[in-house]
């Protein structure tokens, strides 16, 4: 006579073979001359329980019984395994399986359980113990999720339609392998026209070509994850992505005027610096960097021309000594060009700007010049007091022309036998003078330029 398992319409009908009374006491025994295999007639060993269950009794999952069980109470029902007792009970006379919890398929997705038939007089099984496996069947309770962020990504400026920027992956709790709970679709909320998302990988894409970073750096993207395939009634989650546009060396340096005006005093030594002029490059760091020159020509070889890394500027360097009497001012062209370019955006124009520099010279006060450096006269020791021994000339070079107004300047106590015209630079004698006692006189001769 064949035992009967049936539970729920989730689950299916068990069926157990006769167990032999000869063997209830001695399970595999010989019996003449071979071994007994007791046949096992389980039709389907998996079954299935609703997780969360919310309903207002236990949650049935089926029901064991054994043709031999009469209806006169001597067959006994038991459970054995993971949870029996606890999380799943068996009525002893009916057969009846019940969960008495919710259950979290998340937190344990099955169960082994082993049940069995016993007659109630002996306590000797029926027939064999069985295993089956209660199988904890998902619902979609559980919403995606995205890794902790911020996320951040970056792709280059300039980049064509297509550009793979990063992918996002959601993850999801439930059973991948039973209904849709767990398959997600991706979508865009916010973030379009320029970027796209993939519905099934979540690899984000920039959806407009020749996004320019000196115009807009920095986007924020929206994606949101759907499961249950998109589907109506699927949980979702979003997530923000910080996209940040890298630079391309897609601009070329400009002068921000073509004359450029410095001033230099005629006074400036060479190496003095003259003055600075800028190419701006709206392009960032490597791709900013100017180098400067001088354009070849006459005026131009008066000057140095040196790029400063940090404010990229050009600075103009005197490279020779100036004299306002004999130039004043000075023209030169220069250049300005990127250090490194890419040869795709070449179609942009020249990565190369000219302008103009002049360079005007300051008429600087300088003090008159005497025409040799150093005077030599010879005078007789009893030449007569009053006379005039020699002379000295100093001009004013400065484009003024000023008088010039002549003195001495008395260091020993033998400079004062001496005398100067104010005027013409004459050098006259106060005292007579002794060979014997001093034979060479060294005086100091001042020109001052007189004030107009």
């Excluded at 082993?114 to 000797?124: E, G, H, W």
């Excluded at 997530?239 to 005629?266: A, C």
């Excluded at 003090?367 to 040799?372: D, E, G």
Aim: net charge negative.
């Amino acid at each position: 006579m064949p035992l009967y398992f049936w539970c729920a319409p989730v689950s299916c009908w068990l069926t157990l073979p006769p167990f032999p009374v000869a063997l209830r006491s001695s399970l595999g025994k010989k019996v003449g001359s071979h071994v007994q295999r007791i046949k096992r007639g389980w039709i389907w060993n998996q079954f299935f329980v609703l997780e969360e269950y919310m309903g207002s009794g236990p949650q049935y999952v089926g029901k064991l019984h054994t043709d031999m069980d009469q209806g006169d109470h001597r067959v006994k029902y038991t459970l054995s395994g993971e949870g029996a007792g606890s999380i799943f009970t068996i009525d002893e006379i009916t057969g009846d399986i019940h969960v008495l919890m919710a259950l979290d398929r998340e937190e344990k997705s099955h169960y082994k359980l082993k049940a069995q038939a016993v007659d109630l007089r002996t306590d000797l099984p029926l027939e064999p113990e069985s295993e089956f496996i209660v199988k904890v069947q998902d619902i979609n309770d559980n919403e995606p999720r995205f890794p902790d962020g911020p996320h951040i990504a970056i792709v280059p400026e300039m980049s064509p339609t297509g550009t793979f920027v990063r992918q996002i992956t959601a993850t999801d709790a439930d059973d991948p392998t039973y209904g849709n709970s767990a398959e997600i679709v991706y979508s865009i909320l916010h973030g379009q026209p320029y970027f796209s998302v993939d519905p099934k990988s979540g690899v984000i894409r920039t959806a407009l070509a020749n996004m320019d970073r000196e115009e807009k750096d920095e986007y924020q993207v929206t994606i949101q994850a759907k499961d249950m395939g998109g589907q109506r009634g699927g949980l979702t989650a979003t997530t923000t992505i910080n996209i940040t546009l890298d630079d391309v060396n897609d601009n070329p340096p400009r002068f921000s005027k073509s004359i450029f005006h410095l001033v230099v005093p005629e006074t400036a030594l060479p190496g003095s610096v003259v003055g600075r002029i800028l190419a701006d490059d709206l392009d960032l760091d490597r791709n900013a960097k100017v180098d400067y020159s001088i354009v070849p020509g006459e005026e131009g070889t008066m000057f140095h021309l040196i790029a400063n890394g940090e404010s990229q500027e050009g600075i103009v360097v005197l490279k020779k000594v100036l004299d306002y009497e004999t130039k004043n001012s000075y023209t030169f062209k220069v250049e300005a060009s990127n250090a490194e370019f890419d040869p795709r955006f070449l179609h942009l124009g020249p990565f190369r700007d000219s302008a103009t520099v002049k360079v005007d010279v300051l008429d600087m006060d300088e003090p008159p010049v005497f025409t040799k450096p150093y005077y030599s006269v010879d005078t007789y020791e009893d030449t007569p007091s009053g006379s005039i021994i020699g002379s000295v000339t100093a001009h004013d070079l400065d484009a003024s022309s000023s008088a010039v107004r002549y003195s001495l300047e008395w260091q020993k106590e033998y400079d004062s036998y001496f005398d100067i015209d104010s005027i013409d630079g004459t050098i006259s004698l106060n005292e007579y003078l002794d060979r014997e006692e001093v034979f060479q006189h060294n005086i100091t001769v001042v020109a001052n330029k007189v004030s107009k």
